[in-house]
């Protein structure tokens, strides 16, 4: 085939395929957008695992009007300035990129008002041609609607699972979100049925009784730095909360790990967690464990890979041992101890 320019709809799709793989990375690009606009309530809604309907309200800064046909535009951020600035990020996001690539294979509609605006607005993108801005009597925040996902890709809906599956690819993703910010209020409803419902109330044991429920939630030992390195920045602050050894699960899906608050998966982590334990769990039982970790930003690299929960450790040896020792110390401190040490 001779070389030819892509047609901008057709290279906008293959870009769009790079962050929007499944229903639930859509659903984290909006989660996101929602923490970014410093909300206290999200209400998330799927419909058929997220590809006929996703839509996400929340309470947070909204957007103006003249800036509606902005935030659907590839590369436009309220977040980052200047290169300078990445090396400072706060936000979640910045790349400027998910609701670009949504709506490139997606039928977005977007409203919103800002705290001080009289009344709201809305857009719409459907089949990647986006709607003049028009009036919208809305409440103050934000609400995207994202229907019928990939119904334009077709080879992208053929690699997708059952709608089961993809729906608990959703559940999971928000039940980390609303394990990482026990401040704000969480609705989920799958089907037009609420799945789980968090207080809002800045406690991450009342998020472990929603998620997990109450039986387990009180076998978790709370975690709370390892005494050792507390005061030295060059190593992270490890607090959460973890199983006590008499409560386990068959897999290691409910180790979850937060790193200056944002999402992270890493084998690594997950054996500090799992070695903490020692000889207290047999082989083939696995921890429960929710790990906040602070560290100098400075100390790791979060532009990594455009939408993946990856992450890297300038001193991965050091986060490795402070969670270790900080598991260790909460085992330890629980006066449970003696019941399940094994006798010899
Ligand atoms: P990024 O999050 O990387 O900046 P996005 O494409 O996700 O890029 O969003 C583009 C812009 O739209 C954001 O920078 C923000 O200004 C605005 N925006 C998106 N979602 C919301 C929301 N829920 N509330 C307020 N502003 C939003
Ligand atoms: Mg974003």
């Known amino acids: 085939m001779p070389i030819r320019q892509l047609a901008p709809d057709v290279a906008a799709k293959i870009a769009a395929g790079e962050v929007v793989e499944r229903p639930a990375s859509v659903v984290k690009e909006l989660i996101e957008n929602s923490i970014d606009a410093g909300s206290t309530q999200i209400r998330v809604d799927l419909m058929h695992g997220g590809l006929q309907l996703i839509r996400v309200t929340d309470n947070g800064c909204g957007i103006t009007a003249d800036e509606l046909p902005l935030a659907l535009s590839r590369h436009a951020t309220s977040k980052v300035a200047s290169i300078d600035d990445l090396e400072n990020i706060r936000s979640l996001g910045f790349r400027g990129e998910a609701l670009a690539s949504i709506a490139a294979v997606a039928d977005v509609s977007l409203q919103s008002r800002p705290r001080d605006a009289e009344h709201g607005a809305q857009i719409q993108a459907q089949n990647g041609r986006i709607s003049e801005v028009t009036p919208a009597a809305v409440a103050v925040g934000t609400t995207i609607t994202v ?40 609705m989920v409803f799958s089907e037009n049925r609420q799945v789980f419902a968090t207080p809002g109330d800045g406690k991450l044991f009342s998020v472990l009784v929603e998620v997990y429920g109450l039986q387990i939630a009180q076998q978790m030992v709370p975690v709370d730095g390892d005494d050792e390195h507390d005061d030295d920045t060059d190593y992270p602050l490890v607090q959460g909360y973890t ?102």
């Open 147 to 186: 229907r019928n996902l990939f119904s334009a890709v077709p080879a992208r809906l053929k690699f997708l699972k059952s709608r089961n599956t993809e729906v608990s690819h959703c559940l999971h993703l928000l039940e980390q979100y609303a394990l990482a910010y026990p401040e704000i209020r969480f």
């Open 243 to 344: 199983s006590r050894p008499s409560c386990y699960k068959s897999t290691r899906q409910h180790i979850s790990f937060f790193v200056n608050r944002r999402w992270v998966m890493s084998r690594v982590l997950t054996a500090a967690v799992e070695n903490a334990y020692h000889s207290l769990l047999l082989a083939g039982r696995h921890p429960l464990a929710v790990m906040n970790i602070q560290i100098d930003p400075a100390l790791l690299d979060v532009n990594v890979h455009p939408a993946k929960t990856e992450i890297r450790f300038l001193k991965e040896r050091r986060v490795y041992a402070s969670i270790l020792r900080a598991v260790r110390k909460a085992l330890l401190a629980d006066p449970q101890l003696p019941q399940w040490q094994p006798k010899s």
